[in-house]
């Protein structure tokens, strides 16, 4: 029987999962890493360029990307409280005001600093449709590259309100069956890419990759670390094949086929590898990983802004300036610094009092649906766990 999930004692209510702030901070690191070394390498003949060579083998950004993506699978599905009125609503909500406010911000200025200040056409037109964050939809440059894993998140969010009306959100083994489903159309549609008979093209493709990746956090979230299914057998064994299909079979399998270079799936194995670590094995919960989990977001959104105002400053210096000779560790460095001192901020100002707007707006709304006749009323055996 597929059994509706349920919390553990380890999540109670108004328990933050710690470890999961420090993925959310190691993975905005790796993003700033790869950005700033793939830029400054090419600021002049400078010492560290391994740093830029070994991140972009690896592709550390990508890694730090999909452990986002498990993340989000990890968290958003159970911030739907379908035991409370209006679960929807309130959902939706809460999370315009946890995301919207900071990218707002993040607009112009990523539009002054990616685009403007150097001389490269950026238009009323695009300025305007970044607000709505489906930009890529309509064909609008985005102020900046990174904006399209925010409208995956987008995605995700929808997925999880249709699964829901689907009485299926907190069905694990109907989460389970999507996701192997956008595994396979993916797996699929590569198979037939290197075979010579193209379906999808690749960011199509990608896009069922990439929401299949964001229900294996939630799967393994119900299925290990809340072990709210350990009775459920078939669900454990398909998680656990999922996960290897994901770690194991599907990079191996496409370095046989294409080989290692320039290979997506390899950083998707080891973003999910790392995700699993964090997780389970090597947990991190100090206060400096709980600070960088809640400005990881800001991180994120705001360092290409530091980066490319400090290259910006450094390429109008003469090239035999002590400032444009530092070893490619030490631009790294001072780019973290500064970005994290600009996304303290932005969460200061920004996110913090956008997120406590949102749970008053929400809380309105449930109030509201609950008043109204026939207001949800949560059923027996049916609370899902607290996000």
């Given at each position: 029987?597929?059994?509706?999930?349920?919390?553990?004692?380890?999540?109670?209510?108004?328990?933050?999962?710690?470890?999961?702030?420090?993925?959310?901070?190691?993975?905005?690191?790796?993003?700033?890493?790869?950005?700033?070394?793939?830029?400054?390498?090419?600021?002049?003949?400078?010492?560290?360029?391994?740093?830029?060579?070994?991140?972009?083998?690896?592709?550390?950004?990508?890694?730090?990307?999909?452990?986002?993506?498990?993340?989000?699978?990890?968290?958003?599905?159970?911030?739907?409280?379908?035991?409370?009125?209006?679960?929807?609503?309130?959902?939706?909500?809460?999370?315009?005001?946890?995301?919207?406010?900071?990218?707002?911000l993040s607009i112009p200025l990523g539009a002054l600093t990616g685009w403007w200040i150097w001389g490269r056409e950026f238009s009323g037109r695009d300025f305007l449709l970044n607000f709505t964050m489906l930009h890529d939809v309509f064909g609008a440059r985005p102020a900046e590259g990174l904006y399209w894993t925010l409208l995956v998140e987008l995605v995700f969010y929808a997925l999880c309100v249709v699964l829901l009306l689907a009485n299926s959100l907190h069905r694990m083994r109907r989460v389970w069956c999507v996701a192997a489903l956008f595994t396979l159309v993916y797996s699929l549609s590569m198979l037939l890419r290197w075979a010579g008979l193209p379906t999808l093209d690749s960011p199509a493709a990608f896009w069922f990759l990439n929401l299949s990746v964001m229900l294996c956090g939630t799967l393994y979230r119900t299925c290990v670390f809340d072990r709210a299914a350990a009775g459920d057998r078939?669900?454990?064994?398909?998680?656990?094949?999922?996960?290897?299909?994901?770690?194991?079979?599907?990079?191996?399998?496409?370095?046989?086929?294409?080989?290692?270079?320039?290979?997506?799936?390899?950083?998707?194995?080891?973003g999910m590898l790392l995700f699993v670590l964090g997780v389970s094995v090597v947990p991190l919960a100090t206060r400096a990983t709980d600070w960088l989990g809640r400005i990881s977001y800001s991180i994120y959104l705001f360092?290409?802004?530091?980066?490319?105002?400090?290259?910006?400053?450094?390429?109008?210096?003469?090239?035999?300036?002590?400032?444009?000779?530092?070893?490619?560790?030490?631009y790294l460095l001072v780019n973290i610094g500064l970005t994290l001192v600009v996304a303290d901020l932005v969460y200061r100002c920004v996110e913090r009092p956008g997120i406590a707007l949102g749970r008053r707006v929400a809380a309105r709304w449930q109030a509201r649906a609950g008043a109204r006749p026939g207001g949800l009323q949560p059923a027996a055996g049916m609370v899902a766990p607290a996000g």
């Open positions: 029987m597929d059994v509706p999930s349920t919390s553990s004692p380890a999540n109670a209510k108004g328990t933050r999962l710690r470890r999961i702030d420090a993925l959310r901070g190691i993975a905005a690191l790796l993003v700033v890493w790869l950005h700033v070394a793939e830029i400054y390498a090419g600021l002049g003949p400078i010492d560290g360029k391994w740093l830029h060579e070994w991140a972009r083998s690896v592709d550390v950004g990508r890694i730090g990307v999909v452990a986002f993506f498990l993340v989000s699978g990890f968290v958003v599905p159970f911030s739907i409280r379908r035991d409370r009125p209006g679960p929807i609503g309130s959902f939706l909500v809460k999370r315009a005001f946890r995301i919207f406010p900071a990218y707002w078939w669900l454990q064994l398909g998680v656990a094949s999922l996960f290897a299909f994901h770690l194991l079979a599907l990079p191996l399998g496409s370095t046989w086929a294409v080989g290692f270079e320039r290979n997506a799936t390899i950083p998707y194995a080891l360092h290409p802004i530091v980066f490319l105002t400090l290259l910006w400053w450094l390429q109008r210096q003469p090239d035999a300036s002590w400032w444009r000779s530092w070893h490619l560790g030490t």
